[in-house]
């Protein structure tokens, strides 16, 4: 719906090569939210599965578990590629879910503001703060006010121009508990890998949600 909405917004025998332009600048923007999307569901499936087959959490403190933890398992080395799969794919998914964020921006930006923010300058917030009181900036006023999107954005910028941020195994004797942890940077402690996931898959949804209110601005539902 919306791609067609673009190709048709601007009626043919008033399109200039500029409007034209535009158009496939924008049709293009939208193709690579969907794409964004597929490798985010991508990186998503290895995060969760990479340890598949390696821990055992039915009894998270076995000794297998513990080996592992230690370095001395039988299986340590199929462990240390398991490990850096997690977090290459933790870390897409963060990059891809914050990408997307910044690309929906630009949509907005030539769509809704003609636009007025600079190319090289636009991103989800100012292209918040642009638009007029609607759904759509509702959307992204909660969006990016939560703690999940907070949490994401400053994983992406501590990646993007600090260091990598610690990922390991970790056996959690007191809640009988074992998997992947990240962190501790900047003020967040260090946190379980599903908690992690699961607040970056609360940000797409918080996307995917903003999407649908662009959808309705334009008077496509």
């Not at 769509?111 to 917030?125: K, P, Q, V």
């Not at 992406?156 to 195994?169: A, G, P, Q």
């Not at 949600?209 to 008077?219: E, F, K, P």
Request: proline share 2%; net charge neutral; aromatic share 6%.
């Amino acid at each position: 719906m919306l791609r067609e909405h673009i190709r048709t917004r601007v009626p043919a025998e008033a399109a200039t090569e500029a409007t034209a332009n535009d158009a496939r600048e924008q049709l293009e923007i939208v193709s690579s939210l969907g794409r964004s999307s597929e490798i985010f569901g991508y990186h998503l499936r290895h995060a969760r599965d990479a340890f598949k087959g390696l821990i055992d959490e039915t009894e998270p403190t076995c000794a297998a578990n513990f080996n592992l933890v230690l370095g001395a398992s039988d299986r340590q080395e199929e462990a240390s590629m398991a490990h850096i799969i997690c977090e290459a794919h933790v870390m897409g998914c963060m990059h891809t879910a914050r990408g997307w964020g910044d690309s929906f921006a630009a949509l907005i930006n030539r769509l809704l503001l003609a636009s007025a923010i600079d190319e090289g300058d636009c991103n989800i917030f100012k292209a918040k703060d642009e638009l007029k009181p609607s759904e759509l900036k509702e959307e992204l006023e909660a969006l990016t006010s939560r703690r999940e999107f907070k949490y994401v954005n400053h994983f992406v910028n501590t990646v993007k121009h600090r260091r990598l941020i610690r990922h390991e195994i970790k056996i959690n004797f007191a809640d009988n508990k074992i998997g992947l942890v990240v962190g501790p940077f900047r003020r967040y402690p260090q946190r379980w890998g599903t908690d992690v996931l699961q607040d970056v898959v609360e940000v797409q949804h918080g996307l995917v949600r903003s999407g649908v209110a662009l959808n309705r601005h334009c008077g496509l539902g």
